[in-house]
Each structure stands twice: as C-alpha cells, then as structure tokens.
C-alpha cells in the first residue's frame, strides 16, 4: 500500500511543477489542471486508505491524509483566487504539497 501512495503523490507533485511551468509561461492548459486535480483526489484517497489500513505510525494517523487534503484545498482556493492575487495562496499550496509528500514518507518510514 505504500508503493501506491508514493506513485500517486510523485504525479501529482509532477503534474503540478507541469501546471505550475505553464501558469508562469502564461499557456493555459486546461487538462493539466484537470489531471492535477484528479491526481490530487486519488492521493487523498489512496493515503487515506494506507493510513486506515496500516500499522499505527509514530505520529498520529491523521496528520498525513490532513496534510494532503490541506494541500488539495489550498490549491481549489488558490484557483478561485487567482485572478484576483492569489499568488500567496498558490504559494501556500505549492508549500503544502510539498509537505504532505515529506509527511506521508515520513510515516510509511518510521518503525
């Protein structure tokens, strides 16, 4: 159940820094977006089920899916803001993303 959760995390982290080039650039592509976002669900779930799943970790089981639900929920905010100066909200999803791929390999690595 761990190989999953790394996989699903890699791509959506991939797709991102993909979405993430294209904002920068100023190309729209749309089903980047889409695919990030449906990349971003599957993770949640699929961490969610390795956490409900598996061996109690160290720390307490619901810091790895709240991590990547905040992360999933920044970037829908940052989305509906971003017309409107939502840089810092991206910039917080972008933090949270990164953090919730450290966190959950964090858990799955502690005796």
Known sequence: ??????????????????????????????????????????????????????PPGPMPALVPPLMVALALAGGYGAFRWLRRGGGAVLGLHVAAGAASFLVFLAYIRAP
């Open 1 to 54: 159940m761990n190989t999953p959760g790394i996989i699903a995390l890699l791509a959506t982290l991939a797709l991102g820094a993909v979405a993430g080039f294209h904002y920068l650039t100023r190309t729209r592509r749309r089903w980047v977006v889409t695919a990030h976002l449906v990349a971003a669900i599957a993770a949640l779930v699929v961490v969610a089920a390795r956490v409900v799943a598996g």
